[in-house]
């Protein structure tokens, strides 16, 4: 649980960051919102210095949580709801992240 977790805090942190430079990029929102985004970015690479296992099986884990938490913001805060083929796509890639977070070592 207490990986998973960890999981979701830095794909929070990722979504958050790149978000706020969209809304400031492409919906020509305050420059100030760069500084949120960048601490946000690095929060993200922080936490991912966290996890406990080899960084690229980390990573490819991590994909896996990173997808559905965009799905997630995609109905949060874009207000559009994920379709089944969404939720479908969503669950596949969580059942891959735990093949590759919880093998056995």
């Known amino acids: 649980m207490r990986t998973f977790l960890l999981y979701a ?3 929070l942190a990722e979504i958050l960051g790149c978000y706020l430079f969209y809304v400031m990029l492409r919906e020509g929102r305050s420059a100030w919102l760069a500084a949120p985004a960048i601490f946000s970015l690095l929060l993200f ?5 966290l ?9 490819a884990a991590y994909g ?13 805060v874009d207000g559009i709801r994920p379709n089944g083929w969404d939720v479908a796509g969503g669950a596949l890639c ?3 992240m735990a093949i590759i977070a919880l093998q056995p070592r």
């Open 9 to 11: 805090a830095t794909a």
């Open 51 to 59: 996890h406990p296992a080899a960084s690229g099986r980390v990573y």
């Open 45 to 49: 690479a922080w936490l991912l210095t």
């Open 94 to 96: 969580l059942a891959g």
């Open 64 to 76: 896996g949580v990173y997808v559905v938490a965009a799905l997630i913001w995609l109905w949060a």
